[in-house]
């Protein structure tokens, strides 16, 4: 069975506008965690290339890469940190 184009299984003119906001907030809720995984997909890239650069040989990683693994990680927490606090400054100056 063929899934059909939403504009052909629902019509969404027939939606309460508490309904409608629902929606609303459930898509920007699922955005959101679209763009978390994809953070977190980016990070694990970056910093595994960055950091993991021997050859593997057990399940874990050596000191040294664990250590770096964790550096990285905690200097892009800290820039996303940082941007989101001056987005938000910027957003409250607008405001």
């Known amino acids: ?5 939403l504009s052909q299984t629902a019509d969404l003119s027939k939606l309460t506008d508490k309904d409608k906001q629902e929606l609303q907030q459930f898509l920007v809720n699922e955005s959101q965690k679209a763009r978390i995984q994809q953070s977190v997909h980016s990070l694990t890239d970056i ?5 993991v650069t021997g050859r593997i ?3 874990k990683v050596e000191g040294k890469e664990e250590t770096c693994l ?3 990680v905690d200097r892009f927490m800290d820039a996303n ?3 989101l606090r001056h987005l938000e400054a910027m957003r409250a100056t607008s405001l």
Request: proline share 11%; glycine share 6%; charged share 15%.
């Open 81 to 83: 940190i940082t941007v």
């Open 47 to 51: 910093c595994w290339k960055k950091c």
């Open 1 to 5: 069975m063929d899934p059909q184009p």
């Open 70 to 72: 964790q550096n990285c």
């Open 57 to 59: 040989g057990s399940a």
